[in-house]
């Protein structure tokens, strides 16, 4: 890990990480709107969207631990996918491959204002590859992230990727965030039955 850029602020255990995908015909702006109103003010929900051309959107749930806030429960998320697809008709698929166990979701955007410069994927891949890299997927997603602010559920998104690899990625993600000035990420990290996030010091 790059530890001169990044430190461990927060963390929990265990691994929760499942794809949701709403029913054929189901609009982006629509399921957003659904997953958005399924938080709470104790639990903030946390998705990466995939958008397949032609298809319907599709969402990781990831848990994103917060310094603030903690981290939603695996039991919490596990309820938001269990109304989604009993009220909803969405279905839970359990996502992750053994052998590539290592999840890290990677914002675009420089800081969070949303005029800010945003980098685009085809960047993360080809650092990736500067720093000698294989074996990693690079999924080019939209971040979302809803919670209750103000009596209010508020939605923070950005363009993102999922960067899939196993542990011996970590210091060359750590550098590829720092080149495209992001302050934090999270790493989901099913060898370790954790999931952590790091923030440059």
């Known amino acids: 890990m790059n530890a001169s850029t990044y430190e461990e602020v927060a963390s929990t255990s265990g691994v929760y990480q499942p794809l949701l995908v709403p029913p054929a015909g189901a609009r982006r702006v629509d399921a957003v709107r659904l997953l958005a109103a399924a938080c709470t003010p104790r639990v903030t929900v946390t998705a990466a969207i995939h958008q397949p051309a032609g298809g319907v959107p599709r969402f990781t749930l990831i848990r994103d631990p917060s310094v603030s806030d903690g981290a939603p429960g695996i039991d919490d998320y596990a309820?938001?996918?269990?109304?989604?697809?009993?009220?909803h008709g969405w279905r839970v698929l359990e996502a992750g491959d053994g052998s590539l166990p290592v999840t890290v979701m990677l914002g675009l955007r420089e800081g969070y204002v949303p005029g800010s410069l945003v980098h685009d994927?085809?960047?993360?891949?080809?650092?990736l590859g500067f720093h000698g890299v294989g074996g990693v997927f690079v999924n080019r997603v939209h971040l979302m992230c809803a919670r209750h602010l103000d009596g209010d559920v508020r939605v923070h998104d950005e363009p993102?990727?999922?960067?899939v690899g196993d542990a011996t990625i970590l210091p060359a993600v750590a550098s590829v965030a720092d080149r495209l000035a992001q302050h934090r990420f999270v790493v989901t990290d099913r060898g370790e039955n954790r999931t952590y996030a790091l923030r440059r010091r």
Request: charged share 10%; glycine share 4%.
């Open 160 to 163: 993102g990727v999922l960067i």
């Open 79 to 87: 309820a938001i996918a269990a109304s989604l697809k009993a009220n």
């Open 121 to 127: 994927a085809t960047e993360v891949l080809s650092l």
